[in-house]
C-alpha cells in the first residue's frame, strides 16, 4: 500500500495495490500495521455507507467536535466522488485550507480525514457509494458543520456540484468566520 501526503498535515491519501489479471482485481484495503505507521494510532469503532442517487449530490462539509470527534478514512465503492477535506484546527498554519481527490473503485484511493478537519463529497456519477471507519461513534450533540461554498475557503467543486442536493442541514451551516475554535493545532 502507498501512503501520500500533502502540504496540510495530518491528511493522507492511501493508495492500494491493485493486483489483476482478466477476472478482475485483488486489493488488501486496510492495515492495521501501516496505517498506524503512516497515518494515526487510532482505533476505528464503527463503519458508515451513504449511497446518493443523483450525480452532482453535494454532502458536508461535516465533523464532530470534542469529545466525540471522528477521524474518517474515506473510500468509494460504487460510482465516483470528489472528496474534501477543511482544516478546521485553530492556530494551524494551514487553517482554512482544503485538500481534494477524485475516489473511485477502479483507483481504489482512500483518504485519511483526522479530526479537527471538516469533510465532504460531491458525486461524480449516478449511484455513489461511500464508504467509511469512523475513530468515534455518532453523537448528535457534537455534530457540527461548515458552509460547503464558502468563499473563504475556495474549493473548487466539480461543475457537476448541485446546491438543490443539500440537505436542509447543510444549507444552514456557518461560514469559516463563524465557526467557533472547536479543534487547536498541536505541532
Known sequence: MQVESFDIAGIKLLVPRH??????????TFREDVFLKECSDVKFVQDNESRSVRAGTIRGLHFQSE?????????????????????????SPTYGQWVGEVLTPDNGKQLWVPAGFAHGFCTLEPDTVISYKVTGYYNAECDKGLRWDDPAIGIRWPEIADSETLSPKDRIQPMLADLPAYFTWER
Open 19 to 28: 493486483i489483476g489479471d482478466e477476472r478482475g482485481y485483488f486489493a488488501e
Open 67 to 91: 469529545p466525540h470527534a471522528q477521524g474518517k478514512l474515506v473510500r468509494c465503492t460504487a460510482g465516483a466522488l470528489f472528496d474534501v477535506a477543511v482544516d478546521i484546527r485553530e492556530g
